[in-house]
T-cell receptor, first 111, second 114 residues
Framework: GQSLEQPSEVTAVEGAIVQINCTYQ??????LSWYQQHDGGAPTFLSY????GLEETGRFSSFLSRSDSYGYLLLQELQMKDSASYFC????????????FGGGTRVLVKP | DGGITQSPKYLFRKEGQNVTLSCEQN?????MYWYRQDPGQGLRLIYY???????QKGDIAEGYSVSREKKESFPLTVTSAQKNPTAFYLC?????????????FGQGTRLTVV
């Protein structure tokens, strides 16, 4: 089966940097994705890593190490609007493209 | 505009009743998914489908049923066998090929059993 582990909560101040780690177990790995969800809303896609290394998209970056079954999301120059839950997700190509999410990390940005 | 639509946004159900949640997409995606989210929790996979007339159980399929008669539609029925159905239900769709993993979500249906 699949499983993903990520911290439950992180608190930081505006302008700081936050790293959210994600470790995963899956049989047919098709890449690691990250999603953001504000309270009461739907998750929205942030980034995808199919190969090892760092992907940068503005203030957000995501990293993957397939040999370690590990990735992280880096949030830089934190803003109040970044207060949300962040989920890592893996797609299992050996299970009919099953898309499984982690439990989510709640990020609280303080002034 | 292309997108994925869930209806209704809020739904109230009496105990013992079945209820069906609608999910429609016009993104031409092959894959569709149903997730359940409880307060402060992650997304748990109920059912998913990669192609019309085919679907697979996710991690918490008991008490739920689905159909995929059209590419655009993937309705979820919450049956009376689901012991604790009050939750936020999210439908998603995506392309079904390796390397393209962005899933698009509907705005969700909040189901309350009264």
């Amino acid at each position: 089966g699949q499983s993903l582990e990520q911290p439950s909560e992180v608190t930081a101040v505006e302008g700081a940097i936050v790293q959210i780690n994600c470790t995963y177990q899956t049989s047919g790995f098709y890449g690691l994705s990250w999603y953001q969800q504000h309270d009461g809303g739907a998750p929205t896609f942030l980034s995808y890593n199919g190969l090892d290394g760092l992907e940068e998209t503005g203030r957000f970056s995501s990293f993957l190490s397939r040999s370690d079954s590990y990735g992280y999301l880096l949030l830089q120059e934190l803003q109040m609007k970044d207060s949300a839950s962040y989920f890592c997700a893996v797609r299992d190509g050996a299970a009919g493209n099953k898309l499984t999410f982690g439990g989510g990390t709640r990020v609280l940005v303080k002034p | 505009d292309g997108g994925i639509t869930q209806s209704p946004k809020y739904l109230f159900r009496k105990e013992g009743q079945n209820v069906t949640l609608s999910c429609e997409q016009n993104l031409n995606h092959d894959a569709m998914y149903w997730y359940r989210q409880d307060p402060g929790q992650g997304l748990r996979l109920i059912y998913y489908s990669q192609i019309v007339n085919d679907f697979q159980k996710g991690d918490i399929a008991e008490g739920y049923s689905v159909s995929r008669e059209k590419k655009e539609s993937f309705p979820l029925t919450v049956t009376s066998a689901q012991k604790n159905p009050t939750a936020f239900y999210l439908c998603a769709s995506s392309y079904s090929v390796e390397g393209i993993t962005e899933a698009f979500f509907g705005q969700g249906t909040r189901l309350t059993v009264v």
